[in-house]
């Protein structure tokens, strides 16, 4: 028994060796086996990246991006790579990125990406700075060389608000969607504060990220009220002043093109600080041609919130500062109401105020505000009694229904135009021309 035994191992030993030599002479040897292992080992894993804040950067040619990964990450990049317009890569840049920190888990991560061209298409894919690397992400840049361009205002997303963070991410995303489909060459997207409804929800920040245009069209989160606590650990913006910040962020601001953008954060009722920060832009943005104010908390409204402390506090003190800086518009949210007033000095409605053919007023006195209702359908606050608002209301409307805001820019002149979601009819339209002593 253990002679045939042995003499069977012996044959197949030879057997093997002899498949193996001719073998050998042939191809080189093979083990599936240890190749899949050897590649489920050493092939780079796809990085997962998620909560992708892409946002615009300080000026036209620069973005901004904060992201998570999963586990504990201390090194990322942004691969910015510049395409063809059959999608081919041209070249390819690496952007350093920080590590801001772990919080259950996941790393975050922030990055700007400069010197981007106009007109051009882009894709960028996040790296852990070894082999790993996230799915990559196109997007096109707009020309702004002959000073027209176009963005689109969202009031309060507030996801978590409605009746589920699910149906009010759909809501999101429908009107997300319908605006980008609308306008496709858009160069970028606000959202006017409360992102979701609460802070510390990160299913709630899944459904405010879920819309895949979002990875595609640089948006602006201002900070709210109810996402103020945790606004920094998923957004990146530029240019923070240190001014007008006493909660989590400070103010900031942007350019696009002839336009200053300036976004106050509206947790802070120093008024003082606010217009620190705002002289400190304008400082530095001498030449633009109009000056926009974002702020979550409007300042003249219809519904709830028209009558608090606070937005009476705010209002005494920053409408004399926007007086005082020319600021040609206001955009705000918070209200969950549709509110446009009357050009506005000093709290009170200017009284003249002359107009063109097409109903556009022309280099109006003082600063027009507007407030935008839900974009995600998830809550709408009730009127109040017109006395309230009528003083400072050109129109003032509760349609409990999404809306956006579609802002058309151009050397001499601003629009404001407001969209119904479900049917894209205009709810409202209102035009600044500017003709510096032209006329
Ligand atoms: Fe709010």
């Known amino acids: 028994m253990f002679k045939r035994n042995y003499r069977m191992k012996i044959l197949f030993a030879t057997l093997i060796m002899v498949t193996v030599m001719t073998g050998c002479a042939k191809e080189p040897y093979r083990d599936s086996a240890v190749e899949e292992s050897v590649a489920t080992k050493y092939t780079p894993h796809i990085l997962d990246a998620f909560h992708i804040a892409f946002a615009p950067g300080a000026d036209e040619t620069e973005r901004t991006f904060s992201w998570h990964t999963r586990g504990i990450n201390k090194k990322a990049v942004v691969e910015l790579s510049r395409l063809d317009e059959a999608g081919n890569i041209l070249s390819s840049e690496t952007f350093e990125a920080t590590v801001e920190g772990v919080l259950r888990g996941q790393s975050r991560h922030k990055a700007i990406i400069t010197g981007l061209e106009e007109n051009q298409l882009y894709s960028y894919r996040f790296g852990d700075g070894h082999r790993a690397w996230s799915e990559s992400y196109t997007f096109r840049t707009q020309a702004t060389e002959d000073g027209d361009f176009n963005f689109l205002f969202f009031g309060d997303p507030q996801i978590g608000a409605g009746d589920g963070a699910q149906i009010d991410a759909d809501g999101w995303d429908r009107t997300v969607t319908t605006a980008t489909e609308m306008f496709p060459d858009t160069a970028f997207l606000v959202?006017?504060?409360?992102?979701?409804?609460?802070?510390?929800?990160?299913?709630?920040?899944?459904?405010?990220?879920?819309?895949?245009?979002?990875?595609?069209?640089?948006?602006?989160?201002?900070?709210?009220?109810?996402?103020a606590a945790?606004?920094?650990?998923?957004?990146?913006?530029?240019?923070?002043?240190?001014?007008?910040?006493?909660?989590?962020?400070?103010?900031?601001?942007?350019?696009?093109?002839?336009?200053?953008?300036l976004a106050l954060n509206s947790q802070s009722s120093d008024v003082a600080e606010h217009k620190e920060a705002m002289e400190l832009a304008i400082a530095a943005n001498p030449d633009a041609i109009h000056r926009i104010v974002l702020v979550h908390k409007s300042l003249y409204s219809s519904a709830d919130?028209?009558?608090?402390?606070?937005?009476?506090?705010?209002?005494?003190?920053?409408?004399?500062?926007?007086?005082?800086?020319?600021?040609?518009?206001?955009?705000?949210?918070?209200?969950?109401?549709?509110?446009?007033?009357?050009?506005?000095?000093?709290?009170?409605?200017?009284?003249?105020?002359?107009?063109?053919?097409e109903g556009a007023a022309v280099d109006p006195d003082g600063t027009?505000?507007?407030?935008?209702?839900?974009?995600?359908?998830?809550?709408?606050?009730?009127?109040r009694d017109p006395s309230v608002y009528d003083r400072y209301s050109a129109v003032a409307l509760q349609l409990e229904e999404p809306t956006y805001m579609n802002v058309e820019v151009t050397d001499d002149s601003l629009t404001f135009t407001t969209y119904k979601v479900?049917?894209?009819s205009v709810v409202d339209a209102y035009s600044i021309v500017k003709t510096f002593g032209e006329e």
Not at 197 to 219: C, H, K, M, V
Not at 327 to 356: C, F, P, S
């Open 230 to 261: 945790s606004f920094a650990d998923y957004f990146n913006v530029p240019n923070e002043t240190g001014w007008g910040g006493d909660s989590e962020d400070s103010d900031f601001y942007f350019t696009y093109g002839n336009t200053l953008f």
């Open 422 to 424: 479900s049917d894209q």
């Open 305 to 357: 919130h028209a009558l608090d402390e606070d937005v009476l506090a705010l209002r005494a003190g920053l409408v004399p500062a926007f007086d005082e800086l020319d600021i040609d518009a206001v955009l705000m949210g918070h209200d969950h109401v549709y509110v446009r007033t009357y050009q506005m000095k000093g709290d009170a409605v200017i009284g003249e105020t002359a107009y063109n053919e």
């Open 368 to 383: 027009v505000y507007l407030t935008g209702n839900s974009a995600s359908d998830s809550k709408y606050y009730e009127m």
């Open 191 to 227: 959202s006017s504060g409360d992102q979701v409804n609460r802070a510390n929800n990160p299913i709630q920040y899944d459904g405010w990220f879920s819309p895949e245009e979002l990875t595609a069209y640089p948006i602006m989160p201002i900070v709210g009220n109810h996402d």
